[in-house]
């Protein structure tokens, strides 16, 4: 198998976009006609229906396992089913969980889902980096010994970011010397494409310093929350990735919200017409992001 970096550029290039549909599950938002709100079966439905809707539209689905967790032990095995799902319609799954710890305890978190025989398979997941470099060594092992990656909180979208993120540690905010010091986990996980199968997370609330942190990790993917529903713009969203052979890649741009829960897909009575009003959503976040990409390059 190839490296989780690989895989994704290539998917993110086959599809010719970077979007990733995330899973935030939010019953009283899940239309009618997938069942009774708040029932696990509900969900089941209807991000099962959204995997069928997204298969070959994008390279990667992100499920966040914390809107999952309030049914329980039952949430967390719906999550690790629907990733398999995911898997066997082509798409790749970045697990939002945002672990994050010292010693046997980080190794493991980092079974549980970069493991060859993961319970909760994913193929990249999120990690916190503020216990240090060796909280993320045993995550960064784990992704490297079974071809997966490893997504770190740098700069995220959040407007409470600013409250320790920005914090000044000799000269430059802390995020930016968290991302210095991540400088030699991306080139340990570097793969044949160019990129490493370590991410970033830089929110698209923050253009400037996603321009200013792809200097300081040219080869790292980037994982962009904050485009949608969090007000982030496609042309900010994409200001952290490069352009490629088709359209912008080096990393995905993740929308929740906006896609799963629209207007006319909430109100749909039947699951023809509420296919039909997912697909016009999903297709204009594509086509949104395809022409921001086209008006960079352009205007460059």
């Not at 809107?67 to 898997?87: C, I, S, Y």
């Not at 770190?152 to 000269?171: E, M």
Request: net charge neutral; glycine share 12%.
């Amino acid at each position: 198998m190839t490296t989780f970096g690989d895989r994704l550029t290539e998917q993110t290039r086959s599809r010719a976009t970077p979007l990733c549909v995330g899973f935030d599950p939010f019953p009283d938002l899940i239309p009618a006609i997938f069942g009774p709100k708040g029932r696990l079966e509900t969900l089941e439905r209807f991000f099962s229906a959204v995997i069928e809707e997204v298969s070959g539209q994008v390279p990667i689905v992100k499920p966040q396992i914390g809107l999952f967790e309030p049914w329980g032990a039952d949430g967390v095995a719906l999550t690790a089913k629907l990733a398999r799902f995911a898997h066997d319609q082509g798409l790749l799954v970045l697990m939002d969980a945002k672990r994050g710890d010292i010693g046997s305890t980080a190794e493991g978190y980092a079974r549980a889902f970069l493991g060859a025989k993961a319970p909760t398979p994913c193929d990249c997941l999120t990690v916190n980096p503020y216990l240090g470099l060796d909280s993320l060594q045993p995550f960064a092992d784990a992704a490297k010994a079974n071809n997966k990656g490893i997504a770190v909180l740098v700069r995220t979208s959040n407007p409470g970011a600013k409250d320790f993120q920005d914090i000044d540690c000799s000269g430059a905010p802390l995020w930016v010397r968290v991302g210095e010091q991540l400088v030699g986990l991306q080139d340990e996980l570097m793969g044949q494409s160019g990129f490493s199968s370590l991410m970033v997370v830089c929110g698209a609330t923050w253009p400037s310093e996603a321009v200013r942190l792809r200097t300081i990790l040219p080869g790292t993917l980037f994982l962009v929350p904050g485009y949608g529903a969090q007000g982030g713009a496609a042309k900010d969203a994409l200001a952290g990735l490069v352009p490629g052979p088709n359209g912008h890649e080096g990393g995905v741009v993740s929308s929740s919200r906006a896609i799963l829960y629209n207007k006319a897909a909430a109100e749909a009575q039947s699951l023809p017409v509420w296919r039909k009003a997912f697909q016009q959503t999903l297709k204009a976040s594509i086509q949104e992001l395809r022409a921001a990409s086209k008006d960079v390059v352009g205007a460059n």
